[in-house]
């Protein structure tokens, strides 16, 4: 797959009518801890995208970053025998981001998307939008309104900040 980044980001925020500022950072933000620190937010409304294998087909889930996904909740919403995380050349491969860089919008068609419910714990959240020092500001319905996802409980159980 051809490489994408923030400018595909930008192209779909235009084709949609939308002036989304991508907020570019001098350090990575390639993680919830780092990106979280440099927003000065805390690492919950950190909207990480992580891209799953289940049996070798691609899906993505977009969750809080202080929060885990449970793969067996994914493995029962798909049907699936076998969840994994996606390595860095299924990543390129079927998202054409880098890791670190996944953003939840201008995703190739076909690939499943669910927003986890641990983001509507924050009004304001932040996605990457192509590149592992860059994100963009938004909240949890108009993420899921952008990216067409369905709204799930696929977080581990744990204690999240509030």
Do not use: W
Request: proline letters at 6%.
């Amino acid at each position: 797959m051809e490489e994408r980044g923030a400018n595909e980001v930008r192209d779909f925020f235009e084709s949609r009518g939308m002036r989304k500022e991508i907020h570019t950072f001098e350090d990575s933000t390639h993680n919830s801890e780092l990106a979280a620190q440099t927003l000065g937010v805390r690492v919950g409304q950190i909207a990480k995208t992580i891209l799953l294998m289940v049996d070798e087909s691609p899906v993505v889930v977009v969750i809080s970053g202080d929060c885990r996904v449970d793969f067996k909740k994914v493995k029962a919403l798909r049907s699936g025998r076998r969840v994994r995380l996606a390595g860095p050349e299924d990543v390129m491969a079927h998202t054409g981001f880098k890791v670190g860089a996944v953003s939840p919008v201008a995703l190739p068609e076909g690939i499943p998307v669910y927003l986890d419910a641990s983001l509507r714990r924050f009004e304001t959240i932040y996605p990457a939008a192509g590149e592992t020092n860059n994100m963009f500001v938004t909240t949890p319905d108009e993420l899921l309104s952008l990216t067409r996802a369905e709204e799930r409980d696929l977080a581990k159980a744990a204690s999240p900040e509030p």
